[in-house]
């Protein structure tokens, strides 16, 4: 911990996380370490104002992939997944090289809306995920006197959301729990 005191998260009232498994998932290399899920669940679990905490992951045939989902369903995590998809981005020597892609923004954006159309009483929403393309949902929350928190990791918070000054409160990870 280096001696560092943690902070806690001041919520404005009842709460929805959204964590984009992938991008938490890529912290590891900047954090030097994997983020645990299952300490990241008790640590969200334990703020009373906290209802909802969804988890976004792609599913592929991988026995780790279809484990994970388990583990974090077992956990208490609201798992959303969907297929991954295969892209090829180089052949070598006859050999196609594939990309996994994933992405869960729409995902994302329209189950916060959902929210908001379902549940007008929840206050605060929290993002583990420093994708840039969330400004637009984040500038809509907003507006709508939502409390908006990103969680991220240095190097991990794309250059809208870093320019964004007004009503987004933006907490880097290491400060609130230990990894």
Known sequence: MNGKELKRLLLKGKTTVFIDWANVHG???SLKREVN????????????????IRLYFGEDNHP???AF????????????FKPVKYIPVAEIESQKIYRRKC?????????????????????AFIFFT????????????????????????KGHLGREIWDMKKGIFKVELKNIMDV
């Open 27 to 29: 912290w590891a290399n």
């Open 37 to 52: 899920a299952e300490k990241l669940f008790h640590y969200l679990r334990s703020y009373p104002e906290i209802l909802d």
């Open 64 to 66: 780790k992939s279809k």
């Open 69 to 80: 989902l388990k583990q974090v369903e077992k956990i208490g995590y609201t798992v959303i």
């Open 103 to 123: 992405d869960f923004d729409m995902e994302v954006c329209i189950d916060a809306h959902a929210i908001l159309a379902k549940n007008s009483d929840i206050q």
């Open 130 to 153: 420093g994708d840039g393309d969330y400004e637009p949902l984040y500038k809509l929350l907003i507006t709508l006197r939502k409390q908006v928190i990103v969680i991220y990791t």
